[in-house]
Each structure stands twice: as structure tokens, then as C-alpha cells.
């Protein structure tokens, strides 16, 4: 189960940090948080200060073209996810990892925004008609179109970090 914390928490916990009695270890055991989470109230604040603590409290969404410039900086200038977390003003350098997976998993189709939650009764109708069309793709065919597609994508992206490259 996820806590939310204070801003004030987050606070008290940063100073008593700041203030060098203990380390990450010994104040996430003191106050019962995970290490990595006051790493990254810490290094929010370092960087922005309150309103870095305040930015991941907010849902954030990122285009398919943010998420694939925020991976070619990484990549050009070496740069750790946290540094180029850093960079781009993003609150949490684990978003920029899970891109990167994503993308060499999937390759560019893998950054594109997915919505979550459940289909709307309009979404269901329209999907009902697609499946009773008989025009429709059968399952090979579609698993070729969208294999063919990743494939398509992922030259386009080689094609566009060679051009990069070059220049």
C-alpha cells in the first residue's frame, strides 16, 4: 500500500538529513520510509527546493517525442537517469528507466501514452463491431501488421540517431 507524505514531513525528514546527525539508512528506518524514496526527496529539494518536493505530486504525462529526446540526451552525454532526470526538470529519475526499457523492448511504439482503466460502453460498442466485421484482420495477420510496424519504427529511430550522429 502507498503512504502519501506531508510536505511538512518531507520537510522535517530533508532538514534532519541536511542537518548530518544520519544518513539515508538510518532515517528511513527512523521514520519508516523506503531509502530510495528520501534519496529522491532529497535530491528534489537540492534541485528545486519546496516545489521540487511538491512536482511529484502530480500525475505527469510526457509526449512520445519528450520521452525519445530525454533518452538520446542520456545516451550522447553519458549521463546517469537521475543526472538527466535533473536535466528535464523530471521528479523521478525511475520514469526515465522504465522508458528505457520500454523502448528497447518495444522500440518507439513502447513510449507511446497508453490509456488505462476500463473501456467506456461507446469504446466496447465500436470494438463489438470491428470484431463482427468480416473485413476485419485475422489474428496472424494482425500480429504480422504490428510486428511489422515495431519493425518499421525502430529503423525510423536508427535512421534518425545516425542522422543525429552525423551532424
Given at each position: 500500500?502507498?503512504?502519501?507524505?506531508?510536505?511538512?514531513?518531507?520537510?522535517?525528514?530533508?532538514?534532519?538529513?541536511?542537518?548530518?546527525?544520519?544518513?539515508?539508512?538510518?532515517?528511513?528506518?527512523?521514520?519508516?520510509?523506503?531509502?530510495?524514496?528520501?534519496?529522491?526527496?532529497?535530491?528534489?529539494?537540492?534541485?528545486?527546493?519546496?516545489?521540487?518536493?511538491?512536482?511529484?505530486?502530480?500525475?505527469?504525462t510526457?509526449?512520445?517525442?519528450?520521452?525519445?529526446?530525454?533518452?538520446?540526451?542520456?545516451?550522447?552525454?553519458?549521463?546517469?537517469?537521475?543526472?538527466?532526470?535533473?536535466?528535464?526538470?523530471?521528479?523521478?529519475?525511475?520514469?526515465?528507466?522504465?522508458?528505457?526499457s520500454?523502448?528497447?523492448?518495444?522500440?518507439?511504439?513502447?513510449?507511446?501514452?497508453?490509456?488505462?482503466?476500463?473501456l467506456?460502453?461507446?469504446?466496447?460498442?465500436?470494438?463489438?463491431?470491428?470484431?463482427?466485421?468480416?473485413?476485419?484482420?485475422?489474428?496472424?495477420?494482425?500480429?504480422e501488421?504490428?510486428?511489422?510496424?515495431?519493425?518499421?519504427?525502430?529503423?525510423?529511430?536508427?535512421?534518425?540517431?545516425?542522422?543525429?550522429y552525423?551532424?
Amino acid at each position: 500500500m502507498r503512504r502519501k507524505h506531508s510536505i511538512d514531513f518531507k520537510l522535517s525528514v530533508i532538514q534532519e538529513y541536511l542537518n548530518g546527525d544520519l544518513g539515508y539508512r538510518l532515517l528511513s528506518a527512523k521514520h519508516k520510509i523506503d531509502t530510495k524514496l528520501l534519496r529522491t526527496w532529497a535530491n528534489q529539494f537540492k534541485q528545486n527546493g519546496v516545489q521540487g518536493l511538491t512536482a511529484g505530486m502530480k500525475k505527469s504525462t510526457y509526449s512520445d517525442e519528450f520521452k525519445l529526446n530525454v533518452l538520446q540526451y542520456c545516451l550522447e552525454h553519458q549521463l546517469s537517469y537521475r543526472e538527466t532526470a535533473n536535466a528535464f526538470d523530471i521528479p523521478n529519475a525511475s520514469v526515465i528507466a522504465q522508458w528505457q526499457s520500454q523502448y528497447n523492448q518495444y522500440g518507439i511504439l513502447g513510449l507511446e501514452i497508453k490509456s488505462k482503466g476500463r473501456l467506456s460502453e461507446m469504446d466496447k460498442k465500436s470494438s463489438k463491431q470491428k470484431q463482427n466485421n468480416p473485413e476485419s484482420l485475422n489474428e496472424t495477420e494482425r500480429e504480422e501488421l504490428e510486428r511489422l510496424r515495431v519493425e518499421k519504427r525502430k529503423l525510423e529511430v536508427t535512421i534518425a540517431l545516425e542522422k543525429s550522429y552525423n551532424y
